[in-house]
């Protein structure tokens, strides 16, 4: 089947750019002597996790326990759950994916770490922890130095937990324009995190698993040295934002843009403009809208949920009736998460779909 036979719109992920990516993270880790554990928040799909291990990813993380649970059922062994889980009712679904794979889970509270230890006792298993510590994002994260050390000592204390290290993310910087800009923010939030594990040490706690780093950064933090594992998520896809920051060598971005939403003119209501059956639920808003292809001298307007809206302000609209636009999601991660499936492409050609599972998996 052809791209030009689908019914729109459709989430398009181009798999020959995909596989390019992870070969590239891959390198990118394995020059470094690091391990990559991909972000799965970005693509929600165990079929696309378990390529990303098959090309050398020591497991997965994921932002929420839902996440985690789609992951294990669809095979996935090693999972980190980058947020902290709360309250009993959460905490017991935690032990049960701890039951079907190996899982890690930040904390940064002390009530949190009491709960989880109960609950482990309780189901019988023994999660990895992994301590949040706040590296400058001003999320989640105890902050660093000594209440990091005070959490450390007490998961050591907890009969059912083990003590497994340290998650820095700092996600504000992950899109900050200037390269130079972004590798001081970067130096500093890893400074907090190298100088806390060394306090950890130093209590005679050993603390060799510092987790973190994002697309904006991996390049920077490969090179830095300090991190253990880079989690980076976006590198798969690329957000069309990236192609506004400035990378190490010069501006070549170091992943391809490898995700589009195809849409079709339904209408043409005037002679500059034409309306496309792509609106708010089809594409992410939250990054500014979709970035259009091969339309040139035309804007893309969002025109309500359904539809959207191409205007030429110089000129006659070039389309016609049914022909089809592809647009590059200014925040890939929102806009997967409204769809079913990727249709994976190679050239003109459909080649593959991959089930996007956890979609919608918030809990
Ligand atoms: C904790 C954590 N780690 C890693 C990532 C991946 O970041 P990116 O998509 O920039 O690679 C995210 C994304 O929000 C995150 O929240």
Redesign the pocket.
Known sequence: MKISELDTPVLLADGDAVERNMERMAALAGNAGIAWRP?A??HKSPAVAKMQIAAGACGI?C?KLGEAEVMAAGGAKDILI??PVIGPSKLMRLMQVANQATVSVVVDDPSNIEEMDMCAHTAGVRPDVVIEVDVGQGRCGVQPGEPAVELAKQVMQADWLTFKGL?G?Q?SI?MTASFAERSRAAADALGKLTATAGLIRAAGIPCDYLT?????T?VIDAAAGGLTEL?????LFMDARYREIEWDDGNKTPFEQSLTVLASVISKPAANRCILDMGLKAVSSDGGPPVPLAVPGARFKFAGEEHGELIWEDGPCRLALGDKVSFIPTHC?TTVNLYDRFIVTSGDDITNVWDIAARGRLQ
């Open positions: 972000h928040k970005a993380c932002a980058t947020t998650q993310y996600g992950q973190g780093g994002g697309t904006g991996s989690q980076p998520g976006g590198y991660d």
